[in-house]
């Protein structure tokens, strides 16, 4: 067995041993760097509206990129997000550009990930135990090259990564007050995409009564927006 598939399978078997997310999250980013691999991130795929950051389990990616990318949406026609949405299996950024980067804004946001040391990568699409759609990226300055029993291992652990890192976040919370029934009917109603007002008509109580609840429910579990709200309720295993 050679050594990266030793330091691979070692921190499969001690993500357990972890009780704080950060130090997880740190061995993480030395795994990925032993690989070859200078970036990464691992992220919930967010819906329409959603600041991803708020469902990230890791990511060493320069603050100031992930800030322009929030600010101007590019989640919606980034290649990578969208081949993460057709694909099952890893795939490389290079072959995801070829497809899907076809755009003038799709290039232009590729050239920015490129301008931030990220000219290819490989990502592993998977669903969290939500059975919502996440992903693990790694990514390099250079064409990618890892051999494909890694890539195998490392499509196992992608997973448990960020399964074990809201397990831990949710172990911090414990301290947290639980959500009333009707803030997490709000909450869920929220995730799926209802509007305020949509809401409240579906529970039959006045829009100040709804923006009421979701203002106690931020106060119960410390968000500081309605999506950081609705993902601390998530990874809380409130709803």
């Not at 990230?56 to 290649?79: I, K």
Request: aromatic share 10%.
């Amino acid at each position: 067995m050679n050594a990266s598939v030793e330091r691979i399978l070692a921190f499969g078997e001690c993500i357990a041993g972890f009780s704080e997310p950060e130090p997880l999250i740190d061995q993480f980013r030395i795994l990925v760097q032993s690989l070859g691999f200078a970036q990464f991130i691992i992220s919930g795929l967010p819906w329409e509206g959603f600041d991803f950051r708020h469902l990230m389990a890791g990511s060493n990616v320069p603050e100031d990129w992930l800030e322009v990318y929030v600010d101007n949406d590019y989640l919606r026609d980034d290649a990578i997000a969208r081949a993460a949405l057709v694909n099952t299996a890893p795939f490389t950024w290079q072959a995801a550009k070829r497809k899907f980067a076809i755009s003038a804004r799709a290039l232009e946001i590729a050239e920015g990930w490129e301008a931030h040391g990220c000219r290819d990568g490989i990502t592993f699409p998977f669903l969290d135990p939500h059975n919502r759609m996440a992903v693990a990226s790694i990514m390099t300055d250079r064409k990618v090259a890892i051999a494909p029993h890694l890539v195998i291992i490392l499509q196992g652990i992608m997973p448990m990564v960020y399964d074990r890192f809201w397990q831990l976040e949710a172990g911090k919370r414990e301290q947290l007050a639980q959500l009333s029934g009707r803030e997490v009917e709000v909450l869920k109603l929220v995730s799926g995409g209802k509007r305020l007002h949509e809401i409240a008509a579906i529970l039959n109580v006045s829009f100040s009564t709804v923006r009421h609840h979701l203002r106690t429910a931020s106060e119960k579990l410390g968000g500081t927006s309605l999506p950081h709200t609705v993902a601390a309720a998530i990874f809380s295993r409130q709803i």
